[in-house]
């Protein structure tokens, strides 16, 4: 979907279509007071305070036709420079206004405001030259936003919206945000089950429905047995730790906004876990090692809580609690390359597997001129850049280069995914660190009898489990692989008098074979129960009517289908066991 603001010209558009929006409201709600319309990735918005009157929803097609009269009225935008005296006498009745002029200082800013007819609005532009050109528009939603973002201040209304040059372009990105609409992960684990929201619980703290929690356990075995077989070793830590581990890391000082607030108990301060770095840099700590114990794999799927405000939740995307597929490879520098080259193959290996193609990958390197946010030690950041750098031009592997983004302890590699719908996220990570081992005192016994520091690799293939699944549903729409699939198999018999048995028993055969069948014997129509299985996304529905009983044979359509298939019941138990077994995609 593209992103209006990165559009220079969309981005003038659509700035100018707020002013547009503005001037229509004004016409409609004489009393309305306006605070700031900027442009944004997704369009425009307009904050409005309307006194004791609420727009709704039904409200927005009124305002679009108003909108269409102020834009065929043709009237010249016109910019206008002002003094901070003139500024503070033209808008002397509008509280936001005299807010914002307030603060303004003249040496560095240029105040100005733009007309066109009616309406006069203070903003630095640009804008389009005439309101004829602001014709392809749409209003999207309504809602309510503190002033200034601020909780104890007086909540106003924001309306948004998006406004393109022709036609068929708005058409083409409402039909985007219409997909967008159906492969929204909050809407599909309703619908299936997956999670729920509550505020007596908190904000941002998911709870996983008992669907949710089959697909998470499927993700959290695939994985750990991928790094079984890889030879890491899975650990189990507490979800807090005490204020001084953090400190220790450095997490203390250079993380500490993203940390939930400190608690004292019996003369000791503790804090929710942010990360699990520190706990396993402890493990770690806790016996000798040579260097032929070296590398050792650390892997611990692990329940991490990271304040987030609330307006930055968005469904198990972004969560105050989440749960991190995580490890630490601890090895000697000559190990570096093969581990790292390890931990991409892994990535790689899950990708494939997973049908997840449209990613690239970005190696974020420091900011040199960041004094605050980053360890101090020039010769270890030179060093770590470019050993990752090195390794993955010896992989072939492209990749772009993100100054000012790497973690506060070393540099990273991030694969970023494009999903079928919105921006980029970042899946899986991989961060060296020559940092948090020295930090903690951590060395091993070389070959030569000296102890000397390993080298930590932090690396995560599903990153939060929780996002990957909020990713995965979007990209499926909710439409699962067999082996995700909560329910993976219905059992329908036509005629619940005539066949009901018969239905027991094909139940009883797939769930004595670990298949995870429901039987829907109600007493519905056939139709009915058939629409509620596509709804719900089951993979196989099975029909059984007289011919499958008296043949001793089994009828299913996959979802999405209307064709029906005929087998022996032996035959669709193997059809499917080898499905789960292969993690087959759908189609």
């Known amino acids: 979907m593209i992103n209006i603001k990165e559009d220079e010209k969309l981005s003038v558009l659509n700035h100018s279509c707020a002013h547009l929006m503005a001037q229509a409201i004004t016409h409609l709600y004489p009393n309305a007071k306006f605070w700031v319309g900027p442009a944004i990735e997704e369009g425009f918005y307009y904050d409005i305070d309307?006194?004791?009157?609420?727009?709704?929803?039904?409200?927005l097609e009124k305002i679009e036709r108003e909108m269409k009269k102020c834009s065929k009225s043709a009237k010249n935008i016109i910019r206008r420079e002002l003094s901070k005296e003139e500024a503070l006498d033209m808008f002397k009745d509008d509280p936001y206004k005299i807010d914002l002029i307030s603060r303004m200082d003249e040496s560095e800013n240029v105040i100005t405001c733009y007309s066109q007819g009616d309406f006069t609005?203070?903003?630095?532009?640009?804008?389009?030259?005439?309101?004829?050109?602001?014709?392809?528009?749409k209003l999207l939603k309504v809602s309510g936003a503190y002033w200034k973002g601020d909780a104890k201040n007086k909540m106003l209304q924001r309306i948004y919206g998006v406004c393109f040059e022709n036609e068929e372009d708005l058409n083409n990105y409402l039909q985007e945000l219409e997909e967008a609409k159906e492969r929204d992960h909050r809407k599909i684990g309703k619908d299936l089950g997956i999670y729920m929201m509550s505020d007596l619980v908190g904000r941002g703290l998911p709870m996983y429905l008992p669907n949710g929690f089959i697909l998470w356990n499927e993700l959290e075995n695939y994985i750990r047995n991928k790094e079984l077989k890889r030879g890491y070793l899975h650990v189990q830590?507490?979800?807090?730790?005490?204020?001084?581990?953090?400190?220790?890391?450095?997490?203390?000082?250079?993380?500490?906004?993203?940390?939930?607030?400190k608690?004292?108990?019996?003369?000791?301060?503790?804090?929710?876990?942010?990360m699990n770095c520190p706990h396993h840099m402890v493990i770690y700590g806790n016996d000798i090692h040579s260097y032929r114990d070296l590398p050792l794999r650390i892997a611990e799927i692990a329940r991490d809580c990271r304040y987030e405000s609330s307006g930055a939740l968005k469904g198990i995307e972004r969560v105050r609690t989440f749960c991190q597929n995580d490890s630490h490879i601890f090895c000697t520098l000559e190990q570096v390359e093969s581990e790292f080259k390890g931990v991409v193959d892994l990535i790689l290996e899950c990708y494939k597997e997973l049908g997840i193609k449209n990613y690239r990958f970005e190696l974020s390197l420091r900011d040199p001129e960041d004094k605050v946010k980053y360890h101090h030690d020039d010769e270890m950041w030179d060093k770590a850049e470019n050993m990752l750098r090195q390794v993955l031009n010896d992989l072939k592997i492209d990749y772009v280069e993100k100054i000012g983004e790497a973690a506060?302890?070393?540099?990273?590699?991030?694969?970023?995914?494009?999903?079928?719908?919105?921006?980029?996220?970042?899946?899986?990570?991989?961060?060296?660190?020559?940092?948090?081992?020295?930090?903690?005192?951590?060395?091993?016994?070389?070959?030569?009898?000296?102890?000397?520091?390993?080298?930590?690799l932090h690396r995560a293939v599903f990153g939060s489990i929780d996002r990957f699944i909020a990713y995965y549903?979007?990209?499926?729409?909710?439409n699962l692989p067999t082996w995700l699939a909560p329910t993976q198999v219905v059992v329908m018999p036509v005629n619940i008098e005539y066949q009901g048995e018969y239905a027991k028993e094909i139940y009883e055969l797939l769930k004595n074979n670990d298949i995870r069948v429901e039987l829907d014997d109600r007493n519905e129509k056939l139709g009915y129960r058939l629409r509620e299985a596509q709804t719900k996304k089951i993979p196989y529905t099975l029909i059984l009517g007289d011919n499958e009983k008296e043949n001793n044979q089994i009828s299913y359509r996959l979802f999405g289908s209307k064709d029906t298939t005929t087998l022996g019941k032996d035959e669709f138990v193997k059809l499917i066991k080898d499905e789960i077994a292969n993690r087959l995609l759908r189609k």
């Not at 830590?237 to 607030?261: A, R």
């Not at 940092?435 to 930590?456: E, I, M, N, R």
């Open 50 to 59: 309307l006194g004791d009157e609420v727009i709704k929803e039904e409200d």
């Open 121 to 137: 609005d203070l903003c630095r532009g640009p804008h389009v030259e005439n309101t004829k050109l602001i014709k392809y528009f």
């Open 237 to 261: 830590t507490p979800p807090l730790g005490n204020v001084e581990l953090y400190k220790t890391s450095g997490h203390w000082e250079h993380y500490q906004d993203s940390m939930f607030p």
């Open 263 to 274: 608690m004292e108990v019996e003369g000791e301060e503790f804090v929710l876990r942010p």
């Open 408 to 456: 506060f302890y070393g540099p990273k590699l991030d694969v970023q995914v494009k999903p079928a719908v919105g921006n980029e996220i970042t899946l899986s990570t991989c961060q060296l660190d020559f940092c948090l081992p020295a930090k903690f005192d951590l060395t091993y016994v070389d070959s030569d009898g000296g102890h000397k520091t390993p080298v930590v």
């Open 473 to 478: 549903l979007e990209e499926t729409k909710g």
